[in-house]
């Protein structure tokens, strides 16, 4: 049974960072698209980031040149390094893992403070 439990969250000063890691079981995730969605206080889910087996990566305008997604095979776990972080960065940050269907973890509380 394929788990991901997100771990790293929590309150933050704007302008700090924080990381944020997602560790997989049941599943060796080298060989497989992942991503990090989020979820601010009463809007949608948006996507944050994206990497695939490759490590090639994706990233939202938003956080373009402040958050690195990357991936540790041997640990089985897929990181988030967030830095300069904004009030706007505020949100629960959930990690995915795609198959032929796609996997999510239950997410990590993100407050930044301004």
């Known amino acids: 049974q394929v788990q991901l439990v997100e771990s790293g969250g929590g309150l933050v000063q704007a302008g700090g960072s924080l990381r944020l890691s997602c560790a997989a079981s049941?599943?060796?995730?080298?060989?497989?698209?992942m991503g990090w969605y989020r979820q601010p206080p009463g809007k949608q889910r948006e996507l944050v980031a994206t990497?695939?087996?490759?490590?090639?990566?994706y990233y939202a305008d938003s956080v373009k040149g402040r958050f690195a997604i990357s991936r540790d095979n041997a640990e089985n776990t897929l990181y988030l390094q967030m830095s300069s972080l904004k009030p706007d960065d505020t949100a629960v940050y959930f990690c995915?893992?795609?198959?032929?269907?796609?996997?999510w973890g239950q997410g990590t509380q993100v407050t930044v403070s301004s």
């Open positions: 995915t893992l795609s198959t032929f269907r796609q996997y």
């Open positions: 990497i695939t087996s490759g490590n090639s990566t």
């Open positions: 049941g599943i060796r995730i080298s060989n497989y698209f």
